[in-house]
T-cell receptor, first 111, second 115 residues
Framework: RKEVEQDPGPFNVPEGATVAFNCTYS??????FFWYRQDCRKEPKLLMS???SGNEDGRFTAQLNRASQYISLLIRDSKLSDSATYLC????????????FGPGTRLSVLP | DTAVSQTPKYLVTQMGNDKSIKCEQN?????MYWYKQDSKKFLKIMFS???????INETVPNRFSPKSPDKAHLNLHINSLELGDSAVYFC??????????????FGSGTRLTVV
């Protein structure tokens, strides 16, 4: 099983739609979780951290399910500018800064 | 004011050459990294330095040698370049906390093409 798995997509959704991505991880000792966004030919940028109790930032909601070892990202009221690849990131050994990036899920928001 | 800057942005070179990529961060972070993103877009860690000390060294050919003169700089030197080295190389930095992790800040990448 890969360390971090994501559905590569692409997810093609109309503007205004709600879309959700899931990510599963294999290391039950992992403690740090993030969603990054990467635009075409650009560097990844931190979108949000994922906390145990779940957290929200505007139209974005992140959830963590430790028992099932997955995290999710929900985007409400999609905008054209949300089109990007969304990378799930998990730390590798349960501590420190060795992060593993998932392969990413591509989102296209269509007018 | 760029937080993590890497140079050059583009690098086209012939097989067998030796090249270096430089990275500098002005965020006061204590940990720096090199990641490789290949044509399939997979981001894989290569090296990590914490306060100038090598802490992560993944399975990378020894043609790749990182050097950290101080905690604000991490350079990558590649000897005897091969076609398979063509990729985008990202530098990143973070502030480490014992038992916890904070996110990374990435540089804008160096697109290396070996011909």
């Amino acid at each position: 099983r890969k360390e971090v798995e994501q559905d590569p997509g692409p997810f093609n959704v109309p503007e205004g739609a709600t879309v959700a991505f899931n990510c599963t991880y294999s290391n039950s000792a992992s403690q740090s979780f993030f969603w990054y966004r990467q635009d075409c030919r650009k560097e990844p940028k931190l979108l949000m951290s994922v906390y145990s109790s779940g957290n929200e930032d505007g139209r974005f909601t992140a959830q963590l399910n430790r028992a099932s070892q997955y995290i999710s990202l929900l985007i409400r009221d999609s905008k054209l500018s949300d089109s990007a690849t969304y990378l799930c990131v998990v730390n590798k050994r349960g501590y420190g800064q060795n992060f593993v990036f998932g392969p990413g899920t591509r989102l296209s928001v269509l007018p | 004011d760029t937080a993590v800057s890497q140079t050059p942005k583009y690098l086209v070179t012939q097989m067998g050459n030796d090249k270096s990529i430089k990275c500098e961060q002005n965020l006061g972070h204590d940990t720096m990294y090199w990641y490789k993103q290949d044509s399939k877009k997979f981001l894989k860690i290569m090296f990590s330095y914490n306060n100038k000390e090598l802490i992560i060294n993944e399975t990378v050919p020894n043609r790749f040698s990182p050097k950290s003169p101080d905690k604000a700089h991490l350079n990558l030197h590649i000897n005897s370049l091969e076609l398979g080295d063509s990729a985008v190389y990202f530098c990143a930095s973070s502030l480490s906390f014992r038992g916890q992790g904070s996110g990374y800040t990435f540089g804008s990448g160096t697109r290396l093409t070996v011909v």
